[in-house]
Nanobody
Framework: QLVESGGGSVQDGGSLRLSCKTS????????MMWYRQTPGNGCELVSS???????YYADSVKGRFTISLDNANNTVCLQMNMVKSEDTALYYC???????WGQGTQVTVS
């Protein structure tokens, strides 16, 4: 139901764009979330977006990451700019409430 892509390795200060491909039904019914998981910090909510475009950002990414909806392609994107080593994590796309999760995409900043 949710398929992430766009992860990879990037240098400190660089940019990366994550995408989460889903369906019209899911976008219509749920707010969409990006989480990240690291061994040391567990699972953290990075950003979320509602159908009206209202967005939330964790303090750690505010001003650097931007979440957006591409309704034409049923995709949720997370633009990551000025990345730091502490952004290294496994990033997951999910619906609010946790009913649907993607398989995760690894982001490594070095």
């Amino acid at each position: 139901q949710l398929v992430e892509s766009g992860g990879g390795s990037v240098q400190d200060g660089g940019s990366l764009r994550l995408s989460c491909k889903t369906s019209f039904v899911i976008l219509d019914d749920f707010d969409m979330m990006w989480y990240r998981q690291t061994p040391g910090n567990g699972c953290e909510l990075v950003s979320s977006i509602s159908g009206d475009g209202s967005a939330y950002y964790a303090d750690s990414v505010k001003g650097r990451f931007t979440i957006s909806l591409d309704n034409a392609n049923n995709t949720v994107c997370l633009q990551m700019n000025m990345v730091k080593s502490e952004d290294t994590a496994l990033y997951y796309c999910a619906t609010n409430g946790g009913k649907y999760w993607g398989q995760g995409t690894q982001v490594t900043v070095s």
